[in-house]
């Protein structure tokens, strides 16, 4: 009897673990069905969210409220399996009581962890991943969604390409690594300190060197000359310590020379520092305003930082003044800037740069396809009455344009009215300076003529002289005088408010007789 009661307790283990197995094999169904009717909601949630977005977290809350609902119901549904299960275990073996209560404890652990996922819109690319089977894209990812930057620019000066170097590295003020940072905190904020407005200036400084290698040039001649004369003479040859110390001083004044020699190297940048100034601005996004002024920079250097004004992101004003980059460099810079598709140079200073007119050609040529330079400074550049002619015809065609400094150029009283001619075609224009251009004297002529030579007044004076004229004799009168006039047309042209430096000392006076 003893073996038949083994053989049945056996039979029942077997019989209750196959139950066992197919109770494991239904939940991992259930979980399966559980998971496809999430993705299935999710994705409805998606096309809702689509559609409507402002009913989407009214969806979504009742989503919420459904799912937390069903997790309720199933967790009374486990309990009262637990308890019945309870009881059937007790009247079973240790082992099958054992191995219950390790499904059990999975399976709440599963229901845990489904009550305790959030409900979240899903949209994008983390959509499509869902979708694919992908996983979900790491909210600590060094994105443009995760990061957000803060920008503190400051001002520099710099005297040499070393410090030009380092004033255009970006520093970051908080440092922090992906670990350190809590993604439940929100985007993080990047602080970076970088350098918006550059300015080389080392005229003062060359100066002095030059002034320092210059003495240097003359106590070494000094200096030779002495040691040739303590070696020559007869006596003073065998003075052997005055003889050391003046050979050691003419190793002191030649170490002292080389020292002057490479710091002219230093701060003279000229198409080399340009060079190195285009690499730094290809790695720098964030400089707004580069003045580099004397910097004997050359169409060679204009060459090498046409790349980095082509691809700068801020940099709106460039100043070359007292460079010498002739008509190429000017083409190379205005070139660069208008095939920026982020925009461009904004404000362009060649001050003092000797373009002449050939420059003035290059430059309207360029300016008729410009449509994002503002102001431009073409102050004491010697472009003449016939670079004035090609900016007045330039005029008309640009629609950027709103500060043209043209003062000190010589254009005469014939490029003047160009430039005028010019303007009356433009509305976008603000302010033209033409100050100290050689037309004053001209200007007071043709003024003084428009009153004095007026060719109705002097049609009076003449009815006096001659009071039987016929009408046709009146009209040819008028016809000859306007036309040895015309002055008056020209000093209409230049009576404009755009125009500074023309009107300035008797505008008030002259005004009736030219409007």
């Not at 020559?232 to 030649?254: A, F, G």
């Not at 285009?278 to 580069?290: A, D, F, P, S, V």
Request: glycine share 6%; proline share 2%.
């Amino acid at each position: 009897m003893s073996d038949d009661s083994n053989n049945i307790d056996v039979i029942d283990d077997e019989n209750k673990t196959t139950e066992l197995v197919d109770e494991d094999k239904d939940n991992d169904a259930d979980d399966e069905s559980d998971n496809l009717s999430d993705l299935e909601q999710e994705i409805d949630d998606a096309l809702k969210a689509e559609n409507n977005s402002d009913k989407e977290d009214d969806n979504g809350g009742e989503n919420d409220n459904n799912v937390n609902n069903d997790n309720e119901a199933k967790d009374d549904e486990e309990k009262n399996g637990e308890e019945g299960d309870g009881a059937a275990s007790s009247s079973s073996g240790s082992d099958y009581t054992t191995d219950s209560e390790e499904a059990r404890e999975r399976e709440k652990e599963r229901a845990k962890e489904k009550r305790k996922k959030k409900k979240a819109v899903i949209t994008g690319a983390n959509f499509l991943n869902k979708l694919r089977g992908k996983k979900k894209e790491s909210s600590s990812s060094s994105s443009s969604s995760s990061e957000q930057e803060e920008i503190e620019y400051y001002s520099d000066e710099v005297e040499n390409m070393l410090d030009l170097v380092k004033a255009l590295k970006v520093n970051i003020l908080n440092e922090s690594d992906d670990e350190s940072w809590d993604p439940a905190m929100g985007k993080r904020i990047i602080i970076k300190e970088c350098c918006g407005s550059l300015r080389i200036h080392t005229t003062q400084i060359r100066e002095d060197i030059i002034n320092e290698q210059q003495g240097l040039d003359g106590a070494l001649e000094e200096a030779k000359l002495k040691l040739y004369e303590y070696e020559n003479d007869v006596y003073l040859k065998h003075y052997y310590h005055s003889i050391e110390q003046l050979k050691e001083k003419l190793v002191k004044i030649q170490e002292r020379m080389d020292y002057e020699k490479h710091r002219m190297e230093v701060y003279s940048q000229g198409d080399v520092g340009a060079t190195e100034i285009g690499k730094q601005l290809l790695e720098n996004k964030y400089l707004k305003r580069l003045r580099l002024i004397d910097a004997q920079i050359g169409p060679k250097g204009c060459k090498a930082m046409a790349p980095a004004i082509k691809r700068h992101r801020r940099l709106e004003h460039l100043g070359l003044k007292f460079n010498y980059i002739q008509p190429a460099g000017v083409k190379y810079i205005l070139k660069a800037s208008r095939n920026n598709r982020r925009g461009g140079l904004r404000e362009l200073d060649l001050y003092g740069c000797k373009l002449g007119p050939e420059g003035a050609k290059v430059i309207a040529e360029e300016l008729k396809q410009n449509t994002f330079l503002e102001v431009l400074r073409l102050r004491f550049n010697g472009i003449g009455p016939e670079g004035a002619t090609s900016l007045g015809e330039m005029l008309p065609h640009n629609e950027a344009l709103l500060t043209l400094d043209l003062s000190n150029n010589g254009m005469e009283w014939e490029g003047v009215t160009k430039i005028g001619a010019g303007l009356k075609k433009n509305t976008i224009i603000q302010t033209v300076d033409v100050t100290n251009n050689n037309i004053m004297e001209k200007l007071r002529k043709n003024a003084e003529s428009i009153i004095h030579r007026n060719p109705e007044k002097l049609l009076e004076e003449e009815l006096k002289k001659n009071p039987g004229m016929t009408e046709e004799e009146k009209e040819e009168f008028l016809n000859k005088k306007k036309e040895k006039d015309g002055c008056i047309a020209d000093a209409r042209l230049l009576y404009s408010d755009k125009l500074d430096g023309v009107w300035t000392h008797f505008m008030e006076f002259f005004k009736p007789h030219i409007v």
